[in-house]
């Protein structure tokens, strides 16, 4: 399995990027996807997932009505608009796909998310 983002970039603070992460060679069933990011010194968080059977959504509160997560048409494909981005969201973004068991559980390289003042 390989999970590819792209989207990232340098973005001045109140602007928009739309993150992609593409999923192949997944032989297991998608229980959920996500977005994680980490930014220098800090822990790897919560930004964003959503469940495959009803499209469920769960935010971090610092993304709340800025940032939305969606799955593309086929359903290998996800994607993270990011709005009204600020300073705080400068961080590596990594993608996420997990299967209903603990050994399905996969995750992207990456993609450098930097927010200028």
């Known amino acids: 399995v390989q999970l590819v983002e792209s989207g990232g970039g340098l973005v001045q603070a109140g602007g928009s990027l739309r993150l992609s992460c593409i999923a192949s060679g997944t032989t297991f069933s998608i229980k959920g996807m996500g977005w994680y990011r980490q930014a220098p010194g800090k822990q790897r968080e919560l930004v964003a997932a959503i469940t495959s059977s009803d499209d469920t959504t769960n935010y971090a509160d610092s993304v709340k009505g800025r940032f939305t997560i969606f799955r593309g048409n086929a359903k290998n494909t996800m994607y993270l608009q990011m709005n009204s981005l600020n300073v705080e969201d400068t961080a590596v973004y990594y993608c996420?796909?997990?299967?209903?068991?603990?050994?399905?559980?996969?995750w992207g390289q990456g993609t450098q998310v930097t927010v200028s003042s």
């Open positions: 996420n796909f997990k299967g209903y068991f603990p050994r399905h559980n996969y």
